[in-house]
């Protein structure tokens, strides 16, 4: 379909974009998001599904860093949804929105919310998710509520249907500590994005724990990512370099592998990571095959 750029004449991240043009003219668009926490985002719902409306993997991966809430928060003014269906019949908790972990998947969740309101329904999945003071959990929703979006205010809320109260489930948040949890891997880390090369890392040696890959290791393993302040001196085992801010060290590790900007993926978070063939943890697999 074709798109037309949205601008918003204020000094913001992210603040000029295409946008569909059938989501524009429609006097009505309604939003089928998906119930889930989230390691880039804290949480997806209604206002994180307008990521959607983006044409391509380049547009989506711009701004997202610890700039992916204000990026949020334009996108769903740009899109002005009428009306949000909350899938939560299904619902992911944990380290989603593809968690390795099998218990994070919910499936009998068994609740459906909507409302015309994104912010207020995002709001309430956190009070279905039993998180304390519903409402103040995700950037993105605090932010939307501040830019005159919607309400961030239970008390604001009308509710209809099943009490909260009758339905919630203590959701686990998610985790992106990266240093300790894994096994035979050193994590140095600069200033890293909560939001973009901190979560990628995370969520790829998850994967490669969840598989066993991690165990398998002979050497150690060490991740690079973020801006790196001190001298590196030599390791003793593999190295990969995760986002441009850690690419200065290739000239100290010309043999470690690295994920950042390149001429097919051209923004400085590597989400391509995240590609099975292509991800961090199907090269800490190559290196587990490897050391056997």
Not at 83 to 107: E, H, T
Request: glycine share 6%; charged share 20%.
């Amino acid at each position: 379909v074709p798109f037309d750029m949205y601008k918003i004449d204020r000094p913001i991240s992210f603040n000029e974009f295409p946008v569909p043009r059938p989501v524009r003219d429609a006097d009505v668009y309604t939003c089928l998001p998906k119930m889930k926490v989230h390691l880039h985002t804290v949480f997806t719902g209604a206002l994180k599904l307008q990521f959607g409306n983006l044409p391509d993997y380049d547009w989506m991966v711009r701004c997202h860093r610890d700039d992916i809430y204000q990026k949020i928060v334009n996108l769903t003014r740009a899109a002005n949804p009428k009306w949000f269906v909350m899938d939560s019949l299904y619902a992911c908790q944990g380290n989603g929105p593809f968690s390795a972990y099998r218990d994070d998947l919910i499936k009998d969740f068994n609740t459906i919310c909507g409302g015309p309101d994104g912010v207020a329904v995002d709001t309430v999945c956190e009070a279905l998710m039993d998180w304390d003071c519903p409402g103040t959990n995700v950037p993105s929703t605090v932010l939307g509520a501040a830019e005159g979006l919607g309400t961030n205010q239970m008390d604001e809320i009308a509710l209809a249907g099943a009490p909260i109260d009758s339905v919630k489930r203590r959701f686990r948040r998610s985790n992106n500590a990266l240093q300790g949890p894994f096994p035979n891997v050193k994590v140095v880390m600069g200033s890293t994005c909560e939001a973009g090369c901190r979560a990628i890392v995370r969520m790829q040696l998850d994967q490669a724990l969840a598989n066993g890959t991690l165990h398998q290791l002979k050497r150690p393993l060490y991740v690079f990512t973020g801006l790196q302040f001190e001298e590196i001196k030599p390791v003793d085992g593999d190295v990969i370099l995760v986002g441009d801010c850690a690419k200065s060290l290739q000239e100290r590790f010309p043999d470690a592998k690295y994920w950042g900007s390149s001429e097919e993926f051209p923004n400085c978070t590597p989400i391509h990571a995240n590609i099975p063939e292509r991800s961090i943890a199907n090269y800490i697999a190559k290196l587990a095959a490897i050391s056997q």
